[in-house]
């Protein structure tokens, strides 16, 4: 039963992936360093006020970690850089540059544990539909000690 | 000035006002107060015959701050929520927050929780509204913990932590945590039974107030570093400032507003919890969204994995001391004595290291009276858990005379 459902769950992976044969994982590397360095300065003047200068939230404003990446997890990771791309910041929406959303896209990432790679985030909706959001779970976390 | 004032609020404060009057001669240059603004309170009764219980506690000191840490056992996944010192309460929601966000990584159905305490309790119910299913395994239900035990007051920073072991990082978890309970709180102010509230509490003295700025005893070369246990004050994490623009902070009381015997007061807005109605708040939520609660004891941490939930949040508290073998827990005795409810006189007082605070469940007295006075170190390294009435005893009779109608007649 359980490898029966490992199987669908194998079987699936690429529906999630925009049926793409070449889709990856954000486990697998998909930002570099210097671009979360840039993610970070850009966090820090335009979205730090609101989420905290270490991500942590508020009670009324979401934390950038934990619970926030699982909730956009599962999913193409074009849908978070849609959303902070259309929506954010909340008092200047739609004034991130591509780039600039995806150093921050980046930044989150790597501030959510997930590696760092060789190339650079691409700053573009349909690479980033193959790029499949999983988070670094405290399990995988404790694995990895 | 007391005889016969009981719901006489206006006699009370005319009577204080001629009081106060007597003080201004002797102190210098009192503001004028403004029309109106002498302040009229019912005496509170705190006599030996209105005293209905005495509680004690162990708070758990952990000297690194609470262990929000995550471990596996077997195949489950093991987020820690424990250690809160005197915080406990007033971190609830916070800590709630941060060992939820560690537990949602896994995706999650249905977690377990450890514990009911306030810590495992609130747990309970923050992971419901995150829309997750929740067993509570516990030996007793939160009316029997030791958070029952507590006095109720908010005090987030409360021999939370050591400053050397926890680190500079510390504050700002301790700050993230303290600012998300208090948002918290404030959802629950005006709710019927007021589970939160505030009340005045009246700072009181014989000599003008001066706030106690502790510094490091030099005959003391120990410290938790080498001895394992704090020795003095100042090896504690003080934190209230960092959240001082929310918190109320005391003012001055010019003498003619004083309606106490004594020449000099200062007062605050303080938040406190009243154990009955939050407990019902707590618990009517719980098993309103589903919760189950399953009444058994572990032995050990591998038990954990026996259980069907996969995902377990450990809120024992001072328990974990034993349970996780985690000797970094440092008993901190505090002892409580409650007087019936008083719902007439709704206020604090604090007078020479004693507190009477008027709550909905009870008045509660706390004596941190001591020759030398020990701050924080009150307490540490008791784990003897029994009560002791001579305690509360003396706390009423040093408290007794800032009540006292002959003065205030005068």
């Known amino acids: ?18 049926a793409s044969p070449s889709g990856t ?40 970690q934990n619970r926030f990446i699982v909730n956009w997890s599962k999913a193409p990771l074009s849908e978070l850089y849609d959303y902070l791309g259309r929506a954010m910041p909340q008092f200047a929406p739609g004034s991130l540059k591509p780039d600039e959303n995806a150093k921050i896209v980046a930044y989150l990432l ?32 404790l694995k990895a000690k | 000035m007391l005889r016969g004032s009981l719901g006489a609020a206006a006699l009370v404060g005319l009577q204080a006002c001629a009081s106060a009057t007597k003080l201004a001669q002797t102190s210098a240059a009192p503001p004028p107060p403004l029309p109106g603004k002498s302040i009229s309170l019912v005496p509170l009764r705190v006599s030996l015959d209105q005293l209905i219980d005495l509680k004690c506690c162990l708070r758990p000191l952990r000297a690194a701050g609470p262990n929000l840490g995550t471990e596996m056992v077997r195949d489950t996944l093991v987020v820690h929520n424990y250690g809160h010192g005197g915080s406990g309460w ?18 999650p ?13 609130t747990t309970a119910v923050l992971a419901q509204q995150y829309g997750l299913k929740v067993t509570i395994y516990s030996r007793d239900p939160i009316q029997r913990s030791r958070s029952f035990r507590a006095s109720g007051s908010f005090t987030p920073s409360s021999r939370i932590a050591l400053a050397e072991p926890a680190g500079p990082a ?13 948002k918290a709180f404030r959802t629950c102010l005006g709710l019927p039974g007021k589970p939160v509230e505030f009340t005045e509490s009246y700072g009181l003295s014989d000599t003008p107030p001066q706030r106690r700025v502790w510094t490091p005893d030099p005959a003391i070369t120990d410290s938790y570093a080498t001895k394992g246990t704090p020795l003095q004050h100042t090896e504690f994490a003080h934190l209230d400032e ?24 200062t007062r605050t807005s303080q938040m406190h919890f009243n154990f009955s109605s939050y407990a019902h708040m707590l618990q009517s939520e719980f098993f309103g969204r589903g919760g189950q609660y399953v009444m058994r004891d572990f032995a050990t941490p591998a038990q954990f994995a026996d259980l069907k939930e996969k995902v377990v949040i450990h809120c024992t508290g001072y328990a974990a001391r034993d349970l996780i073998n985690d000797q970094t827990v440092i008993p901190v005795r505090g002892q409580t004595g409650w007087l019936v409810p008083q719902p007439e006189a709704n206020y604090g007082v604090r007078y020479k290291n004693v507190s009477v605070l008027s709550k909905a469940d009870g008045v509660v007295v706390q004596n941190n009276s001591s020759t030398p006075e020990l701050g924080d170190m009150l307490g540490v390294g008791n784990s003897m858990e029994l009560v002791n009435r001579a305690d509360t005893e003396a706390a009423l009779k040093i408290i007794a005379p800032v009540f006292a109608p002959a003065a205030r007649q005068a």
Request: contains cysteine; hydrophobic residues 50%; charged residues 20%.
């Open chain 1, 1 to 18: 039963m359980v490898r029966h459902a490992r199987f669908v769950a194998i079987l699936a992976a690429p529906l999630l992936l925009g």
């Open chain 1, 25 to 64: 994982s954000t486990l697998k590397g998909v930002y570099t360093e210097d671009q979360a360095q840039a993610g970070a300065q850009l966090y820090a003047t335009r979205c730090a006020m609101c989420h905290g200068r270490l991500l942590e939230g508020t009670f009324e404003t979401p934390g950038l």
């Open chain 1, 110 to 141: 790597k501030a959510n544990a997930q590696p760092a790679g060789a190339k650079p985030l691409p700053a573009d909706t349909a690479a980033l539909k193959r790029i499949l959001l999983e988070p670094v779970s405290a399990k995988a976390a």
């Open chain 2, 90 to 107: 007033s971190l609830s929601w916070g800590s709630a927050d941060v060992a939820l966000g560690k537990a949602l990584t896994v995706f």
């Open chain 2, 109 to 121: 159905k249905e977690i377990a929780v450890i514990g009911c305490g306030i810590i495992g309790l």
């Open chain 2, 170 to 182: 510390f504050g700002d978890l301790w700050e993230q945590m303290a600012r998300f309970s208090w």
């Open chain 2, 242 to 265: 960092r959240i001082r623009d929310i918190v109320p902070q005391s003012v001055a009381l010019a003498p003619e507003e004083i309606p106490f015997n004594v020449p000099y007061a």
